[in-house]
């Protein structure tokens, strides 16, 4: 089934420029949301749309993820987000998001055998890691061995469809290791290899912390925390970096390259770079004896560019539904791992006094899952600089879907961007001699 056959009917829309209306069709979703196809605007009109940052632009039609901001819904393949990051761990819901359902118990096994198949990467890749600064930043490094992983399995490139569901579970499998092995790498810590006997999320803590003088315990709590973000990091419709894997893939680039370029967009700042922000922010106000008042007073103050990491969001006006189960999932892990942690009260209390605060009422300003996912990883022991890195784990399965649903649709074209042109108007060129 192609994806736009699910589209409803709806009428047209007329649009009037320059005193003469124009008739354009409207595409209807399945959950009521409605876009205007402009795909003809240019042809009929002369005329193209203005919209920086995109944010009244859809760029395609998908049945990947439903995400509403105004009621703070979300959702992946009809499955709300609330049922599976409270149902699932994170390989079933990475596999109804590429295979476009949950696994059945048979379809389960199978992929997490493949999952345990795929888990080392190249012996000579391993190399790669002695060859980057000490100090390089770990989503460099995931970005690197992500694309290198292009010239190790070749097969992409006569077909990348084919057997994409193998290469789908090759890549979520070699990931987790890849970025175990660049934080022990930077750390000078000798590498551990995923083990047989471990599910996902205990392989990747074990790879991460385990050590040859003090072994690892994988607890069973700190795994269900993992698999929980993991899950609310899955997908996310149409952002920065998933625009970004669907940009590069509609220019025919293979799988890898497209999620390197996708953990690129990832690592800025103002993307996946949040929740180190958060926590940043937070040590920061510790730092200064608890201030709440001066930080919350420099939010308000436009002059100051100051702003509360973790609050608000560009798509929800209301709660951040990911955000409630984060903050739950929170609490439950310090209690149970026992850990007192100053940067979670800072939070709790910045939460309270926002949300009694009209300022941040009127301006939907509420906590969103940057806020409370770096204090789970703290409590966890993954270090600052790896918190992108982790946002790129549990994203990875909405990027390879994204990118395999753009390859798919027979409707889909190259990504090209029309512009306004503000620059100098036509003028006759000036020989050297005369400037």
């Keep these: 089934m192609s994806i736009m056959s699910k589209e ?7 649009l009037t420029v320059e005193g003469k209306s124009y008739s354009l069709p409207v595409v209807c979703g399945t959950e009521n949301d409605r876009a205007i196809d402009i795909g003809t605007l240019l042809q009929q ?3 193209t749309t203005l919209d920086p940052g995109y944010k009244n632009t859809a760029s395609c039609t998908s049945d990947i993820t439903f995400l509403d ?21 994170f390989i079933e819901v990475a596999y109804l998001l590429v295979h476009g359902h949950l696994p059945n118990s048979t379809e389960y096994e199978n992929f997490r055998q493949l999952l345990k198949r795929f888990a080392l990467i190249h012996e000579d890749m391993i190399h790669f890691f002695d060859h980057f600064p000490p100090n390089a930043p770990p989503m460099a490094i995931l970005s690197v ?7 190790y399995y070749p097969e992409m490139n006569d077909d990348p469809l084919k057997n994409l569901d193998v290469t789908a579970a090759r890549l979520i499998s070699k990931i987790r290791t890849v970025a175990a092995f660049s934080y022990k790498k930077s750390i000078g810590h000798p590498l551990v290899y995923p083990s047989p006997d471990l599910n996902y999320c205990g392989n990747f803590l074990n790879m991460m912390f385990d050590r040859p003088v003090h072994p690892y315990s994988v607890r069973p709590e700190a795994v269900a925390a993992l698999n929980k973000l ?10 920065c970096s998933t625009s970004t894997v669907r940009l590069v893939g509609s220019a025919g680039v293979n799988l890898y390259a497209s999620i390197s370029a996708g953990i690129n967009a990832l690592w800025g700042p103002l993307h996946g770079g949040a929740n180190e922000a958060v926590v940043t922010m937070l040590e920061t106000i510790h730092r200064d004896g608890d201030n709440f008042k001066k930080y919350i007073d420099m939010a308000k103050d436009k002059s100051n560019p100051f702003k509360l990491s973790g609050f608000g969001h560009r798509v929800y006006k209301t709660f951040d539904p990911r955000g409630k189960i984060i903050k739950e999932a929170c609490d439950d892990l310090l209690e149970v791992l026992n850990i007192s942690d100053p940067l979670l009260d800072i ?18 300003l509420f906590p969103n899952v940057d806020f409370y996912s770096g204090i789970i990883y703290r409590a966890l022991g993954i270090p600052t600089n790896m918190f992108t ?5 549990g994203r990875l399965p909405g990027w390879i879907a994204q990118w395999k649903e753009q390859q798919e649709d027979p409707h889909g074209k190259i990504g090209r961007p029309r512009q306004v042109y503000i620059g100098e108007p036509s003028r006759p060129f000036v020989p050297m001699s005369e400037r």
């Design 69 to 89: 901001g105004k009621e703070g819904i979300l959702s992946y393949r009809g499955y709300a987000i609330e049922d599976l990051a409270e149902k699932c761990v």
């Design 8 to 14: 409803k009917s709806c009428p047209d829309a007329t």
């Design 230 to 239: 993991l899950i609310l990091h899955a997908d996310h419709e149409q952002n």
């Design 45 to 47: 009109t002369g005329y």
């Design 145 to 151: 061995m992500v694309n290198s992983l292009s010239n």
């Design 389 to 393: 890195v982790m946002f790129a784990l």
């Design 347 to 364: 939070a709790r209390r910045l939460e309270e006094i926002a949300l009694n605060d009209q300022y941040f009422v009127e301006r939907n």
